[in-house]
């Protein structure tokens, strides 16, 4: 593996578990916990949390371009 894609592998992950480090209250539960929300931020995937096209399909902005060009 290449230095450059290794160091910068490494500096994103620490930003990020600086970043995180505010999410769910994890500052005052440890190192275990910030690398779990490190890798999942998203504490669950319910249809509020999750992502809304799995739930509830396109947009309606995706739905009038897809008919749009699909004449």
Known sequence: M???K???????AKRLKAKRNHYHNVGSGGLVA?????????LC?????GNQRQYYGMRIQERRDRAMYSL
């Open 2 to 4: 290449k230095p450059q």
């Open 6 to 12: 290794r160091a910068m592998r490494r500096h994103h």
């Open 34 to 42: 910030l690398g779990i929300v490190y890798r999942t931020p998203c």
């Open 45 to 49: 995937s319910c249809w509020m949390c």
